[in-house]
Each structure stands twice: as structure tokens, then as C-alpha cells.
């Protein structure tokens, strides 16, 4: 059914804001058939990823002419760079040597992209330049069955 992802988004954020965590919503996009459910279990990993490694987290929606786009930013160290893909790997944990705070930034990760990739979309992370992390999830906006 129709799904009116930025609406999704934007009560996730209103919940956590109203525990007093430091996260913001952004943008725009049309409904797009996609699965709830699915699709709020995953972001709800991921802000809560981006919340308690980041402090603070910023989501932006926004649509490409093929796609819609949830980014979701924080403010935390990051993840090595070799370390990006491995992340996503089911029960992977970042050594705890390296940082307690980081310890645990895979779990649930390769969950939530499985959930994603059964929609046919796509789940990725990359280091913002200006440190922290950027999850990107990316959903088709037209699914042909």
C-alpha cells in the first residue's frame, strides 16, 4: 500500500524528541508503495544507532526521479573506513579496545538492510566529511512485482 514515508519519519522523530533526544527531521517526498512495518523497524535501528553513538542525529527525506531517500546523519566518530561494509555483517561489533561508545554500532545492521534490500532498496553508510556517520536508505519509488 501507499506509504507516506516523510509522515513515517516525522512521528518517529516527534517520539524521540519527546524523550529529549537531540534529533531533527527535514524535507519532502511523495508516498511511495512500500512496507511499514519493515521500514520502521529499520530507521528505528538506525536513529537509535545514530542517537546513542552520536549524541545528536539529523534525517533528511528527500526523492530522486527513481527514488526516495532517508538520510540519517549523527555526530559521532564515525566508523573506519575499512571497516564501513563489515559493519553490516550479521552479530559484527567493532572491537570494544577501540572505543566502548562504538562497540556495538553493528548490531541490528544487517537486519535492518535485509528488511530495506527485500523492498528492492538499499542500505549504506559512509563517514560525513565533516565527521560522524551517514546512513542512506534508499527505496524505488515505482515497484514492479
Not at 533526544?21 to 511499514?36: E, K, Y
Amino acid at each position: 500500500s501507499m506509504l507516506d514515508v516523510y509522515a513515517l519519519v516525522s512521528s518517529m522523530v516527534e517520539d524521540y524528541q519527546e524523550q529529549g533526544l537531540a534529533i531533527t527531521v527535514s524535507g519532502a517526498a511523495a508516498p511511495i508503495m512500500a512496507q511499514a512495518t519493515a521500514l520502521q523497524r529499520c530507521l528505528m535501528n538506525l536513529m537509535e544507532n545514530a542517537l546513542r553513538y552520536g549524541e545528536q542525529a539529523s534525517v533528511e527525506v528527500r526523492e530522486s526521479e527513481a527514488q526516495l531517500i532517508i538520510e540519517i546523519r549523527d555526530r559521532g566518530a564515525g566508523i573506519p573506513a575499512d571497516k564501513l561494509e563489515a559493519v553490516m555483517e550479521p552479530f559484527y561489533r567493532l572491537e570494544s579496545s577501540r572505543n566502548k561508545a562504538t562497540g556495538g554500532v553493528g548490531l541490528g545492521l544487517s537486519i535492518a538492510r535485509e528488511a530495506i534490500q527485500r523492498q528492492g532498496g538499499g542500505l549504506s553508510l559512509r563517514n560525513a566529511e565533516e565527521g560522524g556517520l551517514i546512513a542512506t536508505v534508499t527505496l524505488p519509488k515505482a515497484r514492479t512485482e
